[in-house]
């Protein structure tokens, strides 16, 4: 049937003037399909070509496979990994140790107080005297001093202080511990007591109650206050070990340091007692710097309580590499300037005082190291990777020479420019240490050595099969030349497999060849799949090297009856969108009044283009049942096979629509406009 519309009349049987046939040209198809059919592509080295199953390039063929290792010294290994300047040992991060780390790297390059820890000795040898805090640190020293290794285990420290190694301190916390601690134990040592007193003290007329942070930077100091009234002037002397100085607000390390030493007046509520008048009077307090130790401790206060949190305070801060403590001296002794030198400086990355990590900076023979965990680096220039922030990096951040800034800075270490520590490379035997210590450190080099004797001989092991894994992968590259024009003497072999074999050390590294994933459901190659395909005398000496499941020469193993399929799918895909346009052509029109109207299911209409390719796919698949997929116009059916009384599940369509239909679902049922309602169903609605 035809009829006369708006445009060219419009047969069904056009469509099979539109659809070529494809059978004629199957075998250029079929290498189409199986991406056969370009020759040598143009794409770039390292890339492969996905369109391409002649393309054999960016399948990971390695660097080391032109150029092999010359030695095991290339082979990395778990203590190689970590970067370690050869005159230093870093320490390993137990978890949430790099606080104490920090603090090992400080007190080790303090060469005086390193001597002194070597010298001390425990009153009494015996079994227990290596869970002696002291002795651990002695231990953990001279290795860092003396060891083979390229970074030490501070297990031993860290466990005699029964420290929990996945919980990180504050440093204040920590140093508290352990200064506490030193005080019980070496307080009779007088050779450490004086080294500390000759390193670190300071004299203050110091305000506040004073708190015991570090025996790295002892301090002497004195507590001063005035009356306004009678003049009565009280001096307190206390002991401290460093300045703690505010940062909020301030912008250089000057800044901090005069606030520190500021008066302030004491009034209103905060009345001073004088001793003198026997009442609260007002009254002046101020501290006074009266001597400077060699090595300067400076605490930057860089957390505040905030809702019962230690909240960071982020502001850079500028410090010099010079400080001059001329104007903070109290001291009619000398007018000369008083220059120090940085020395340290600690890192805070985090925004917690007991969460985060922390690094050390320390300048050693005019060149700054970052200690960071295994980690020893030489460094150029510290303010170039002080900070880890690219807001660091930005211009409005960078700093004139000579100063530094920074936003993580939290310990600042300066010297006394005239201090001069040089250390000559001694021997183990040349300081005085105790004979245990020597012996675990003998012990433990023995025990390295022995370890890297069979690393070694691993290496080698595994420098062999590599040469021979190499040789191998040789051959077959070398083999492995572009197809260009024959389709014979062809093999399919998996990608994934190639791209784990160039990308192997060693054979033992790859697996066997699994070619079956390969495959259709007619056990032929599946165009489908994922592989690749090379010359015959490539296959030949691969599946002589490598074990494997099936081979896959070619031209024998294409599968015609997957090639026929995707041609009869695109025919059939062509064939579909024709008939999707004529229905929509169609029902822009109205029919004829003797036109007969046929029911669809209002599913079955808005899903007919993918149930038409369901269906073709379950003839293809024998496995799959006709059921799964779903009739055409089921949808419009009752229990009964019939008429469903529901007519917001159908709608009617022309003739020549339902012909479309009826042609792709010839087993479909028929409704015309005048098919009666299941009576079942309405005796059941009467019901």
Not at 179 to 190: F, P, S, T, V
Not at 195 to 200: F, G, P, R, S, V
Request: overall charge neutral; some cysteine; charged content about 30%.
């Amino acid at each position: 049937m035809s009829e006369c519309i708006d445009g060219p009349e419009i047969s069904i049987d056009q469509r099979q003037d539109s659809i070529k046939s494809s059978l004629e040209d199957f075998d250029r198809i079929l290498l189409r399909y199986y991406k056969l059919d370009i020759g040598n592509c143009k794409a770039k080295k390292n890339r492969n070509c996905i369109s391409n199953a002649r393309c054999l390039r960016g399948l990971g063929q390695p660097q080391w496979l032109i150029k092999p290792r010359k030695n095991s010294d290339e082979i990395e290994t778990s203590d190689s990994k970590s970067t370690v300047h050869p005159s230093y040992r870093g320490l390993k991060n137990l978890g949430a140790t790099c606080y104490i780390n920090t603090f090992l790297q400080l007190w080790f390059h303090n060469i005086n107080l390193r001597k002194s820890i070597y010298e001390w000795r425990p009153e009494a040898i015996s079994d227990q005297v290596q869970n002696n805090p002291i002795v651990c640190l002695q231990i953990v020293l001279s290795m860092m001093q003396f060891s083979l290794r390229n970074f030490v285990d501070p297990s031993p420290f860290i466990k005699c202080l029964l420290l929990n190694e996945s919980q990180e301190q504050d440093t204040h916390e920590f140093l508290n511990l352990f200064n506490n601690y030193i005080q019980n134990q070496l307080k009779y040592e007088n050779s450490i007591q004086t080294t500390i007193n000759d390193q670190y003290q300071m004299k203050l007329a110091y305000i506040i109650q004073y708190d015991l942070l570090s025996f790295e930077n002892f301090k002497f100091s004195l507590l001063l206050s005035r009356c306004n009234e009678c003049s009565f002037v009280s001096e307190k002397v206390s002991e401290s070990y460093e300045l703690i100085l505010r940062v909020k607000g301030f912008k250089d390390l000057d800044e901090c340091i005069e606030n520190y030493f500021i008066e302030e007046r004491l009034e209103g509520s905060n009345k001073y007692a004088c001793q003198v008048c026997d009442c609260f009077r007002e009254a002046r307090r101020c501290i006074e710097l009266r001597k400077l130790p060699p090595f300067l401790n400076l605490q930057l206060m860089r957390f505040e309580s905030a809702n019962g949190l230690n909240k960071k305070i982020n502001s850079f801060l500028k410090f010099p590499d010079k400080l001059n403590m001329k104007k903070f001296l109290k001291s009619d002794i000398t007018d000369e300037d008083i220059i120090y030198h940085l020395y340290a400086v600690v890192i805070h990355e985090g925004q917690t005082a007991n969460s985060g990590h922390y690094i050390t900076y320390i300048k050693k023979n005019n060149f700054w190291f970052k200690f960071n965990d295994e980690n020893v680096e030489k460094l150029k220039d510290i303010s170039l990777k002080m900070d880890n922030d690219s807001e660091f990096d930005g211009k409005k951040n960078q700093c004139e020479k000579g100063f530094h800034r920074s936003k993580n800075a939290y310990i600042l270490v300066y010297r006394d420019n005239r201090v001069n520590e040089v250390e000559s490379p001694y021997s183990l035997l040349d300081y005085r240490l105790p004979d245990y210590i020597i012996e675990h450190i003998e012990k433990d080099n023995r025990r390295y050595q022995e370890e890297q004797e069979k690393i070694e001989q691993l290496k080698n092991l595994q420098l062999k099969d590599e040469r021979n894994h190499q040789e191998k992968l040789r051959q077959i590259y070398e083999s492995m030349e572009t197809i260009e024009e024959q389709t014979t003497n062809l093999d399919a072999i998996d990608k994934n497999w190639l791209v784990s074999l160039f990308n192997a050390k060693i054979e033992n590294d790859i697996d066997s060849i699994n070619n079956e994933k390969l495959l259709c459901s007619h056990r032929k190659l599946n165009p489908n799949s994922d592989f690749k395909v090379i010359a015959k005398k490539s296959a030949d000496l691969i599946y002589s090297f490598y074990s494997f499941d099936i081979r896959l020469e070619l031209p024998l193993n294409y599968c015609s009856k997957c090639i026929f399929n995707k041609i009869t799918l695109a025919n059939l895909k062509q064939e579909i969108d024709f008939d999707s346009k004529a229905i929509i052509t169609h029902s822009k029109h109205k029919s004829d009044l003797n036109e007969t109207m046929f029911w669809v299911g209002k599913e079955s209409f808005k899903k007919w283009k993918t149930m038409r390719l369901n269906l073709m796919d379950s003839k293809n698949d024998s496995n799959e049942a006709e059921g799964e997929i779903g009739h055409f116009n089921q949808d419009l059916q009752c229990p009964h096979g019939n008429l469903c009384s529901n007519p917001n599940k159908r709608r009617l369509v022309r003739e020549i629509i339902w012909k479309i239909f009826k042609k792709h679902f010839p087993q479909a049922k028929e409704f015309t406009q005048d098919s009666p309602i299941c009576p079942n169903c309405q005796v059941d609605l009467a019901k």
